[in-house]
């Protein structure tokens, strides 16, 4: 009786939870690299992405100003308040905070308590409160520059799209976006059209070897594309295309094509056989069957096949580094990314992050829009 048709099977509830568990861990680094993308820098450096809605424990440091030293009974005094610092005015823009600890050296910014009086190495007394009001005293004129105070205090949670304006506004990023479309749309174009003939003739047409191009194409969906890299570029450099846009446009299609020939060749013998038979008789001629039957038929498996050959193409860095030339010129926005962002600001997090969703801006809306097809292409050109 456990086996009734129709019952519904005691373990559906464990594979609905392993499910859910599986796309929230997939799903967790993108939604960190989200939130951090609209975090402040020292922010993101001193806290995880999950403790961006509260306050946060930051590092500070100012300088006394000498303008307000004034003797009193035999000593140099300077009284002031560490929030009052026009440079900390876009942290603390009310000049009030919370010190939560002080110090007088940058590598112990917090190593006394507030409201204590610490002796700095110059022999000055400092004394900081909760507040932020401090008192320096010391047996000599402090002179021109007054000694640095450090401290720590909870800033608030800071959101804010200044890493994607310093994104978008990076120099060459609309020229890295423009050639990023000039390679993908090609690369995605071009290995379609040459494997939906090549599917065609594999599925519907007799001739002598065809069975040994099947096993040759299930045989290079193995073949690792770093293997060609080398000996790619060498034969483009013969021929004189090198480094260029033609260059790649051709090694993307060339890796490309084994996946696209066999999801669309098993795809179409699975096509209705009656249909092509009645074209033959009507006159049709294999040309005519193609492009009249077997495309619009096929839309679902060019479409799968699409999106991935996109997405693969517009996230991809290691043929581009290799099939384009290095100036910037030509840098797509994976290249501009690693090569400028992420060699200049390799530990500015917030604008790693604002430059990964830009170049996911195109992707996503790609997937979304065909994402319908994918399921269905994929079920039909592998299962039959």
Known sequence: MDNIAGQKSGLSIVVNITVVVLVLLWLLPTIGLFVSSFRDRDQISNSGWWQAPMAVDLNFRTRADTDDEREV????????????DPALASRFPDATGRVAAFGGRAVAPGEFTVGTTAELRSGALLTVMEDGSFRLEADESFGARGPLIYFEARTPPQFTLANYNTVLRADGMDRAFINTLTVTIPATVIPILIAAFAAY?????????????????????????????????????????GQS???????????????AIYLLRNYMVGLPRDIIESAKVDGATDFQIFVRIILPLSFPALASFAIFQFLWTWNDLLVAKVFLPSGAASQVMTVKIADDLLGSRGGDWGILAGAAFVSLAVPLVVFFTMQRFLVRGLLAGSVK
């Not at 009974?73 to 009052?84: D, K, M």
């Not at 047409?205 to 000996?231: E, K, S, T």
């Not at 033609?246 to 490309?256: N, R, V, Y």
């Open 201 to 241: 003739a594999l599925a519907w047409m007799d001739f002598p070897g065809r069975g040994l191009l099947i096993a040759a194409v299930v045989g290079l969906l193995v073949v690792p594309l770093q293997l060609a890299l080398v000996p790619l570029l060498s034969l483009h450099t013969s021929i004189g295309i």
């Open 245 to 259: 846009f033609l260059g790649i446009w051709l090694a993307h299609t060339g890796f490309g094509l084994p996946l």
């Open 73 to 84: 009974n035999g000593s140099f005094v300077i009284e002031g308040n560490v929030f009052a």
